[in-house]
């Protein structure tokens, strides 16, 4: 990979590629085990989770792969393709008894009347919501500042070392929980026999 990007002239990549996906910790781990590793290390591929998705993740988890503890990630919710896919799955009804060349020529179709008529008809919208957002995030900057003032943070890497601190705390208690667990359900089947006799 970097053979070829020195052939074509091609800088390396200056900062990350991320990706958004509902299991994005689990994608990844299987990225590292596959034969696109190189490629994906070479692009510095980085696997988020959605904020709405991330609760149901363990905390360690959520340190790493969470969009909003992400530094420089945005605030997309990384829905975009479920919604796509989503529609797309309305036609399975019409296409049930299609052959397999009219079932690809059927998906075709709809994606090129989805670019058509809704991708490029949502595109102004898209554009302006994300610019109002950025001008509302940009408008409400002093008084963030304000209240981390007011908190006594001057220097905003402190939510970083924070974070850092978490993911130490979390590391260190990992194996903790599986000891507990056990004794849960050694109590409970006690209980359960108990109640048995």
């Known amino acids: 990979m970097e053979q070829d990007q020195m052939q074509r002239g091609l800088l ?3 900062g990350k590629f991320s990706f958004g996906y509902d299991l994005g910790c689990k994608v990844e781990r299987t990225v590292v085990k596959s034969l696109m590793f190189s490629l994906t290390e ?14 149901a993740h363990q905390h360690l988890c959520q340190l790493t792969f969470l969009l909003i503890y992400v530094i420089g990630a ?7 393709y479920e919604w796509y896919f989503s529609k797309l799955n309305m036609l399975g009804g019409v296409m049930q008894y299609m052959s397999m060349f009219h079932h690809c020529q059927a998906i075709v179709h709809y994606a090129a009347h989805t670019d058509k008529y809704e991708t490029y008809a949502n595109l102004s919208k898209f554009i302006y ?13 002093g008084k963030m500042m ?7 943070i001057t ?5 970083s070392q924070w974070l ?15 000891p507990m667990m056990a004794e849960r359900e050694y109590l409970s089947k006690l209980k359960a026999l108990v109640d048995c006799q």
């Open 155 to 159: 220097n905003i890497e402190i939510c």
């Open 12 to 14: 390396p990549p200056e």
């Open 74 to 80: 945005g605030m997309e919710n990384l829905k975009q």
């Open 146 to 152: 304000e209240a981390l003032q007011a908190l006594g």
């Open 164 to 178: 850092k601190n978490e993911q130490c705390f979390l590391e260190e208690r990992k194996d903790l929980s599986q």
């Open 42 to 55: 070479c692009q510095k591929l980085l696997m988020l989770i959605s904020i709405l998705h991330g609760h």
């Open 129 to 141: 919501t994300n610019y109002q957002s950025a001008l509302n995030t940009l408008a409400g900057l």
